[in-house]
C-alpha cells in the first residue's frame, strides 16, 4: 500500500529540518533498512531510514529545503499502484522553506555593474570596432555627436591624444610589459619609465585595498549556534569569574594514573566539578518562568568544536561515575561528535558545560552560557608561572578557570565559594577522588 514518507521528529525540540539529499532517486527499489535522505537539524545530522520495502514512486521535497516535522517529503509503493490520491493530499507550498543558493552575489553584482557600463555608453557600430581594435577605453571618451554619442571622429581623436603622450622609449617598453595605459599616466614634462612602474604599482595597491568579498551560506547547525548565542546573552544577565589554580597535584596525579589509563584534564576536571555541583546547586540549576528548577543530579555537558561548529555531548548523571566511565564517555563522545554519530538523545538534557580551549594556548576567555543552564566553566592553558610559595619564587604549572554564570539565579558570592571550593578541590585531588 503507497505511503507518505514524512520529515521525522528526531527529538523533543525538533520543530523543522533541512533536507540535506536524497539517497535514492524516483523509481528506486528501497529495502527496509536503506537510508532514503539525510536530514540536518540544529543539533545534529541524521539520516531518515525506510522502515518496509517498495519502490520510491515520487520525491515531493527537493534537497536543500528546511522542512516542518510530520510533512511529506515523499512517496513510497509499489510499482503499479495508483498514487493519485496521495498527490492530491499534499498541499503545494506546506510550510517549505528553500535554501536554494544557485545564485553568487559578489559576481551577479560585478556582472550588473558591467552591463550598467556597457549599456550607458552610446558609440556607433564602426567607432566600437576601431576603439576595440586600438585598445581604447570607450568609457573615457567623451561623444561628441547628439545625446553624447560616440562617433567615428571622437574615436580618432582618443588615438591620437593616446600618440601625443610625451613618453621616452623605456616608458613605451615599461608600459607595454606592465600593461598600462600609458595615456592615463599624469606627468607634468616628459612621462619616463619610473613614472610607468610608479603607475602600475599605485593600481596594483587600488586593487588590494578593494578587495572582492566572498559570499558562502551559513549551515543549519552555524544558524542555530548564531541564534544560540545571541539569545544566552540577550536573556541572562552574567557575571565572569576567573581564578589560578595550581595544578602540580592534579598534574602529578595524571602522569600516575597514565601507566593503566590515558586520563585526561578534562576527564579529571569534570569528575571533580560534577561530584562538588551537588554541593552548590545553584550552578546546576535552570530557571522555568519564575520557577527554579533545582536538581539532585548532574549531567555534564562537554562542548566539542567541530570544522562547521561545536557540538555539546552529555554526559548523563556523572555525579555517580568513576572517573573511568566519565574519560572514556568523553572519548566515545567526542569521536562520535565529530564522526557526525551523535543521537539527539546524547546532545539534551545538560545542566552544566565545561569547555576546554587550553590546548589552544588561550590563557583566559568569557564562554558564552548554553541555555536554559545557570553556568558554564572555561578550562585554559597551564603555563608555567613563578609564583610564592611559603616566602620563595617558584615555578609552577597555573592554569586559570573562566567562570560565566546567570546572576538571575547565581549570586556573585555563590559563584565565589563554588569557585574556591574547586580550586581547593583541583590542588588537592585525592581528597575528594578517594
Known sequence: MAKKIVMPKLGLTMK?????????????????????????????????????DGILRKILVKAGAIVPIMTPVGIMGSSDEDISSLLADVTEGYGIKSE??????????????????????????????????????????DGTSPQGRIVLDDVKNAIENKRKVKASPA???????LGVDISG????????????????????????????????????????????????????????????IDMTNLKAL??????????????????????????????NCSLDGEDIVMRNYVNMGIAVALEDGLLVPVIKNAHVK?????????KDLSFRAKTNQLTTDEIEGGTFTITNIGMFGIESFTPIINQPESAILGVNAIIDTPIVVDGCVCIRPIMKLSLTADHRTVDG??????????????????????
Open 16 to 52: 523543522e529540518g533541512k533536507l540535506v539529499k536524497w539517497y535514492k532517486e524516483e523509481g528506486d527499489s528501497i529495502k527496509s533498512g536503506d537510508k532514503l535522505f539525510s536530514i540536518e537539524t540544529d543539533k545534529i545530522t541524521n539520516d531518515a531510514e525506510a522502515t518496509e
Open 185 to 244: 599616466i599624469s606627468s607634468g614634462s616628459r612621462i619616463m619609465k619610473d613614472d610607468v612602474i610608479r603607475a602600475e604599482k599605485q593600481a596594483k595597491y587600488y586593487s588590494m585595498a578593494h578587495p572582492e568579498d566572498s559570499r558562502m551560506p551559513m549551515t543549519t547547525m552555524r544558524k542555530i549556534i548564531a541564534k544560540r548565542m545571541s539569545e544566552s546573552s540577550l536573556i541572562a544577565p552574567t557575571v565572569n569569574f576567573t581564578i589560578s
Open 413 to 434: 558570592a555563590v559563584a565565589a565559594i563554588f569557585l574556591a571550593k574547586l580550586k581547593e578541590s583541583l590542588e588537592h585531588p585525592l581528597r575528594i577522588l578517594l
Open 100 to 141: 536554494d543558493k544557485t545564485l553568487e552575489p559578489g559576481k551577479m553584482i560585478e556582472q550588473d555593474k558591467r552591463i550598467e557600463k556597457a549599456e550607458k555608453v552610446k558609440i556607433s557600430p564602426v567607432a566600437k570596432k576601431l576603439a576595440e581594435d586600438e585598445g581604447i577605453d570607450i568609457a573615457s571618451i
Open 254 to 283: 595524571r602522569e600516575e594514573l597514565k601507566g593503566e589509563r590515558n586520563v585526561t584534564y578534562t576527564d579529571l576536571i569534570a569528575k571533580i566539578t560534577s561530584l562538588l555541583l551537588l554541593e552548590h546547586p545553584y550552578l
Open 171 to 177: 616608458a613605451y617598453i615599461a608600459a607595454e610589459k
Open 322 to 330: 568513576s572517573l573511568e566511565e566519565i574519560s572514556g564517555e568523553i
